[in-house]
């Protein structure tokens, strides 16, 4: 058999493949049975707003579960909504990285409270911070609400709390936030999402 120098390195490339593949125990036959799915068929997909700042962008999230009693679904893929008008589908760094945000160990998840005097934080359930916030706040409005000024012109103002509600909202939860908290009296007051 007549070999040149170009024939010799191509069968003993091949050769060399061929013994490092049967070594790893690939088996092209096992490898071409099998089918793929795709990891987002059985996910469910939720449409949302990503938490950061306050463009707005509009993300999708896929969770898997099976929506029985009992079983919390997990978040285990998130990416850019491409029908959302703001992003079209694009993200930013922060909101690329969600899924670690969301799956982060120091994210908080329920209510805290540190006790007056305290250097500890207490969990506490929902009905128990509201319960506790909104005869705080009552308490507040009535010993700092201020009906007139100096002039005597009716203002109607509470300078002493504020409010500063989330990126996640619409413009819409923003408007019907800023009725209510403006019904109040309050003035320190604002919507990070102008979305």
């Not at 999708?60 to 009693?69: A, I, Q, R, T, V």
């Not at 509201?130 to 103002?157: E, H």
């Amino acid at each position: 058999m007549d070999m040149n120098r170009r024939h010799f390195f191509r069968v003993s490339g091949a050769g060399l493949l061929g013994s490092s593949l049967v070594a790893l125990g690939f088996s092209p036959a096992a490898a071409l049975a099998e089918a793929r799915n795709f990891k987002l068929s059985r996910a469910t997909e939720t449409r949302s707003t990503c938490p950061y700042c306050s463009v707005g962008c509009g993300i999708l999230m896929y969770s898997l579960g099976d929506k029985s009693k009992n079983v919390v679904s997990e978040i285990m893929h998130i990416e850019g909504d491409p029908d959302h008008p703001v992003n079209r589908g694009t993200l930013c760094p922060k909101g690329a990285g969600l899924l670690d945000f969301v799956h982060s160990k120091n994210r908080l998840k329920w209510p805290e409270i540190r006790e007056p005097g305290s250097k500890e934080w207490k969990r506490v359930s929902w009905d128990e911070a509201m319960d506790r916030l909104v005869p705080m706040m009552k308490a507040d409005r009535d010993a700092n609400f201020v009906a007139q000024n100096a002039a005597g012109q009716t203002v109607n103002r509470w300078l002493t709390t504020g409010m500063l509600c989330a990126s996640a909202s619409s413009n819409e939860s923003g408007y019907i936030t800023h009725k209510a908290m403006r019904s109040l009296g309050m003035l320190v007051f604002d919507n990070q999402a102008r979305v």
